[in-house]
Structure formats: C-alpha cells, structure tokens
C-alpha cells in the first residue's frame, strides 16, 4: 500500500488544477464573455490581466503533466509559484475588504497555501512508482 500513496498524492494534487482549469474553460467557452469574465475575476484578486492566459496554461499542462508524472519536480516548482501568487492575491483582497466579507478570500488564500505545502513536498520526493519519470529511469537503468 505505501508505494502507492505518492502517486494517489500526486494525481489528487493534479485534479485539482485540471478540475479548475476544465471549470474555468467551460465558462470561458460557453459565455458570451466569458474570457474578459475571466480576466475581471483574476483582476479583482490584483493580478493583471495577463495573468490569465498564463493561468490557463500553467493549471492545465502543469496538471496534466503532475498526473502523469512527467517533469514532476519542475512541474510542482512551477505549480509552486502559481499557488503562491495566487496566495498572495487572495490576502490582498482579503485586506481590502470589509469584515466579515474579508472571511472568504483568506479561506482561500489558506488553501492554496495548503496546496503549496504539498506541492513543496512533492519537489522534495517527486519520482513515484507510477508515473513517466520513473518509466523513464527505468529504461536508463537498462
């Protein structure tokens, strides 16, 4: 049972990127404007709105590629910038609204600080049994 608990980590750390990405792209596909939606939101945390092509690419390569454990240490190091901007944002909009409503995006801000940490630990220890980075080490050691 211990050798799969990194890969289910792993595919449970990816889904939830490649949950919010297909979220988010089903929105941005079937609005009228639903992209500029989509930019006004991540403007609302602070971010610019070039943020959000780059948002899109990095949930959904970055995703895909943990939950195939390819590159799985760049991967979760890239992902790992992404949780933290989008960290820092949410307490920023935390600190600029009034209370109780501030309550909401410091939930946020929190989560994504919990993703991180696990994404940290996955920089740490990132080759798993069952993944494309072990399949490619192995056919080194051949």
């Not at 050798?3 to 919010?20: D, E, G, T, Y």
């Not at 799985?72 to 933290?84: E, P």
């Amino acid at each position: 049972m211990n050798k799969f608990l990194p890969a289910i980590a792993r595919i449970f750390i990816a889904q939830i990127f490649l949950v919010s990405i297909l979220i988010s792209l089903n929105g941005i596909l079937n609005t009228p404007d639903g992209y500029i939606a989509y930019q006004n939101g991540l403007m609302s945390h602070g971010l610019p709105g070039i943020f959000a092509p780059i948002s899109v690419i990095v949930q959904l390569l970055g995703g895909l590629a943990l939950f195939v454990g390819f590159k799985t240490r760049l991967t979760a190091l890239i992902l790992t910038i992404y949780t933290l901007i989008n960290s820092l944002s949410y307490f920023y909009t935390a600190s600029i609204l009034p209370s109780p409503v501030y309550l909401i995006p410091l939930q946020q801000a929190l989560q994504y600080l919990a993703i991180t940490g696990g994404l940290l630990v996955l920089m740490q220890n990132p080759v798993t049994t069952f993944g494309l980075d072990s399949a490619s080490k192995t056919k080194k050691g051949k």
